[in-house]
């Protein structure tokens, strides 16, 4: 007889692997969502009606199995695939896919969700964001470009936006001093024709007031009036080597003193006033007890002083150019093998400022050659230096040409009430490992030195970005600068078949998942990060055709299992009649 049992049974299959049916279709929909991952379902039988429990063995038995009849199919339940999908290059900067087992962070209205699609934009805020919105979840960077662990935040890229400048600490120099070059026997020595008196007629000293200095054409009157007041005394276009100093201005009032012209041709020409020349002069601008006043220059060819009476221009309070009393005559020329160059520096603001250093010979002997330095920069800005001169010393080489003075040059440059961190300190290295500077006999009797390196940058913009492995986000400036400007961070999970779909390619956490391991990228199995890139879809096509032909079957079956049942019944009813 028919049994109404298998109407149920059949029935049963027609809704499991209708239901089966439902995830194969939403799998190959989603073949080529991004990082999308496969769901399958599983059956199991429902309950068995028993018909007898079956017997033991005994003596006359040999014993029975149970028997049973079962009343069809149930759905046990889906398991979702979190293999990782294929990897595929797209060469956006803001697409990051996952190599390992972790998900991206992100953050929708307050509420954390987790996703493995990497389809990441940046917002109006410079924020990275989703596809619909949400903020990706990472570390910042402190005020050095040091990232915040632990401390969770949106991430931001603030491209064009952001700008950095970085301070020079050093200056790496390479090349050669000619061991074999002259040494120096004197300084340049500048002097002004007639000496100076007051107009009582007697010799200025450095502490005489300018204003006292008698005019030559008519020594009873002064040659600053005092009715024109303040004067200018203007030095432009002196040539110290084969350089031109920048001109300069003194302001010439009634308290200004012989002294302070001396200190002002001293600081305008960089002189390192106070050191002995070979010939036993003393450097710097100077007036001796016949108010005679003479500029003696430091050793060195390229420190030579060459000033022409059209140099220097005297100007009254209205601009008018008044007769130059100060005539020169230059009565020694600096010598000595020596070299100089030019290099930038910067500022903690990144403003650049000019540096000279020279380097003379200073003496030979049996453990080598001794180099006398001089640093000097226009761009000092200092109220307690206002000279361009700003540091000298010596330098030892050994019988090989090796620098033997391990110490490097330390410079201090003013940068007073600029904004800028002043004073600017930076060291001048001579030997950097394969950057060195050498004083060997040059054939060509030249010497050469030039900066090959140094760590400082101008204002730079922030331009580019690109995503490491570790999820460090590294940005590239305009002024060739690249900093760490945050990490990208991953979750874990225990169980992560036990995350609940939310939609949009978002998770959220299940009861069964456990709680989420937030960490950056390589640590606790989270994998790494390629940037550039996208994760496909890990849906196997062929499987789930496979899977598609057999559930289809499964349903053609079930359904026939129905068909026949009712034919048995209606024979049945057939019976009757």
């Given at each position: ?5 298998a109407?149920?049974?059949g ?6 692997n209708?239901?089966k049916?439902d995830?194969?279709?939403n ?18 039988p ?7 429990s079956g017997?033991g ?6 014993g ?11 759905i ?7 293999s990782?999908?294929?990897?595929a ?16 962070v992100?953050?929708?209205?307050g ?8 389809a990441?934009?940046?917002n ?9 919105g949400?903020?990706?979840?990472g ?11 632990g401390?969770?935040t ?17 200056v ?8 074999a ?6 300084g ?16 200025l ?7 006292t ?9 002064t040659?600053?009036?005092a ?5 200018t005394?203007t030095l ?7 350089k ?5 201005t ?10 302070d ?31 005679v006043?003479?500029?003696v220059?430091n ?15 005297l ?9 130059n ?7 020694a020329?600096?010598d000595?093998?020596s ?8 500022d903690?603001?990144?403003?650049s ?6 380097m003379?010979i200073d ?7 001794t ?16 000279s361009r ?11 090989s ?16 009430n ?19 500077v050498t ?8 010497s050469?030195?030039?900066s090959v390196f140094?760590?400082?940058s101008?204002?730079g ?9 570790n ?22 999970f225990?169980?992560?078949?036990g ?5 949009g390619?978002m ?14 990228p390589?640590?606790f ?9 996208l994760?496909q ?19 053609s ?6 068909s ?8 049945l ?5």
């Open positions: 007889m028919a049994s109404t049992s109407l149920l049974t029935l049963s299959g027609l809704i499991a209708s239901r049916l995830v194969i279709g799998n190959i929909a989603n073949a080529n969502t991004t990082a999308y991952k496969s769901n399958r379902m599983l059956f199991a429902t309950f068995s009606r028993t018909l007898s017997t063995p005994s003596g006359a038995l040999g029975t199995n149970p028997s049973q009849v079962g009343l069809g199919v149930s046990a339940g889906t398991q979702r695939n979190f990782n999908g294929a990897i290059a797209t060469g956006v900067s803001t697409d990051l896919a996952i190599e390992g087992s972790g998900f991206f992100v953050n929708r209205s509420q954390d969700f987790f996703t493995r699609a990497g990441f934009q940046l109006a805020q410079r924020d990275l964001v989703t596809i619909d949400a903020r990706v979840q570390f910042g960077v402190d005020d050095n470009f040091n990232i915040v662990s401390t969770r949106n991430l931001n890229i603030p491209l064009g936006s952001l700008t950095i400048a970085e301070a020079t600490r050093a790496d120099f390479a090349g050669n001093l000619n061991a070059g002259d040494l120096p026997t004197q340049a020595n500048v002097g002004i024709d007639q000496p100076f008196e007051t107009t009582g007629g007697a010799p000293t450095g502490a005489s007031l300018l204003t200095l008698a005019n030559p054409d008519a020594p009873a009157t040659l600053f009036d009715g024109m007041v303040p004067y005394w432009s276009g002196a040539q110290k080597g084969e031109t100093m920048p001109a300069r003194l302001e010439i009032d009634a308290a200004t003193t012989v002294d012209l001396l200190n002002f041709i001293n600081n305008t020409l960089g002189i390192q006033a106070g050191l002995t020349n070979p010939d036993g002069s003393i450097t710097g601008a100077q007036i001796d007890a016949m108010g006043v003479s500029i220059g050793i060195g060819e390229a420190n030579d002083l060459a000033i022409d009476n059209t140099d220097i221009v100007r009254d309070m209205n601009g008018d150019v008044v007769t009393p100060f005539t020169t005559t230059q009565s020329q600096a000595g093998e070299v100089r160059t030019s290099f930038v520096v910067y903690s603001l990144g403003a400022m000019d540096v000279d250093i020279t003379v003496s030979t002997g049996p453990l080598g050659t180099w006398r330095y001089f640093v000097e920069s226009p761009d000092n800005v200092d109220s307690a230096n206002l001169a700003l540091s000298t010393g010596t330098l030892d080489f050994d019988t040409g090796r620098l033997a003075t391990t110490t490097p040059i330390t410079v201090q440059l003013g940068r007073e600029t904004g800028a961190v002043h004073p600017l300190v930076f060291d001048i290295v001579l030997d950097s490992g394969a950057d060195t004083a060997l006999a040059d054939p060509l009797g030249e050469a030195i030039a140094q760590n400082g101008p204002l913009v922030l331009s580019t970005f690109s995503v490491g492995e999820g460090r986000i590294t940005g590239g400036f305009t002024n060739g600068l690249t900093r760490t400007i945050g990490q990208i961070a991953l979750a874990t225990t169980n992560p078949e995350l609940v779909d939310a939609g390619n998770f959220t956490v299940g009861p069964n998942s456990g709680t989420p391991l937030i960490t950056t390589g640590d199995g989270s994998g790494r990060i390629i940037g550039g890139s994760e879809s890990n849906v196997d096509l062929g499987q789930e055709f496979i899977d598609l032909v057999l559930t289809s079957t499964g349903y079956a079930s359904s026939r299992v129905i026949t049942t009712d034919q048995l019944l209606q024979q009813l057939a019976l009757g009649r």
